[in-house]
């Protein structure tokens, strides 16, 4: 199983770019992927993720209407599209994986708090100001 992150780079506030996470070696199908981010001296980030059986999203509030997560299921690949960078958003973005969990939980959200099983290396992004 891989996860390989792409996307990331340098970006004045205001700015744009859009992070990639190519999986291999699993049922793509069949699992949720969730982008973290790490900055330093802070906690983890639970970003956005997505069920890809049936797209269902979700996105912590610090970035809600700013970031847009998808999949292009024909290139085992989720997308997390980032618009209106602010220099808060700098952090290194990761992407993981696990096979379906939600419906074992009430709250869908938990899919930004779970402890997934597959994870990539991550991908820095600054954002200046």
């Known amino acids: 199983v891989q996860l390989v992150e792409s996307g990331g780079g340098l970006v004045q506030a205001g700015g744009s770019l859009r992070l990639s996470c190519a999986a291999s070696?699993?049922?793509?199908?069949?699992?949720?992927i969730v982008w973290f981010r790490q900055a330093p001296g802070k906690e983890r980030e639970g970003v956005s993720c997505i069920r890809v059986p049936d797209g269902r999203t979700t996105y912590a509030d610090s970035v809600k209407g700013r970031f847009t997560i998808s999949t292009d299921n024909a290139k085992n690949t989720v997308y997390l599209e980032m618009n209106n960078l602010e220099p808060e958003d700098t952090a290194v973005y990761y992407c993981a994986a696990d096979r379906d969990f939600t419906l074992s939980y009430s709250d869908y959200a938990i899919c930004l708090r779970y402890e997934y099983y597959y994870w990539g290396q991550g991908t820095q992004v600054t954002v200046s100001s």
């Open positions: 070696g699993f049922t793509f199908v069949d699992y949720v």
